[in-house]
């Protein structure tokens, strides 16, 4: 057996092997698990490719973009695609991240971009918060002033007649 034919020899059996594998649907499982690496990969490559001088800084943005975004993906594909109505105003943050990490990182110190960070931050938390406050944590509000308004009426003075 010469070496030209054990190399056919392996290929046909990784060609096999991949075939029975997908006919098994251990691809479609990879692949529906996670799919949200195929955004993720770009935007961490986008990172090393400016930390090793190689692109410009203003790839920050995306790549920041791109990083966040990835990771609400994941949550979202993991946990159920229900949590987006939860976490939706994040998609925001992703923005946010990547001005401030150009501004942080790509030496720009310009003030309209880490104001622009801060205010989509602040949007994005404030929009989260609303998101959560008219879910399950309008229950949480009314716990709070039902037990602030015991508070009040269990300190206030007693008169004495």
Known sequence: MNKQSAAVGVLVLAAGLIILLG??????????VFWPLAVLVPGILLHVLYFGRVLPAITLVPAGILTVVSVLLMIGNWFGWGTMKYIW??????????????????????????TASML??????????????????????????????????????????
């Open 23 to 32: 006919k098994l649907g251990v691809f479609t499982v990879i692949g529906a």
């Open 89 to 114: 105003p994040l998609f925001l943050l992703a923005a946010a991240v990547g001005l401030y990490e150009y501004y942080v990182f790509g030496f720009v110190r310009s003030r309209a971009v880490w």
């Open 120 to 161: 989509l931050a602040a949007a994005s938390v404030l929009l989260f918060f609303m998101t959560l406050l008219w879910t399950w944590g309008i229950y949480l509000l009314a716990l709070i002033l039902i037990g602030f308004g015991i508070w009040l009426v269990m300190r206030r003075p007693r008169r004495s007649r």
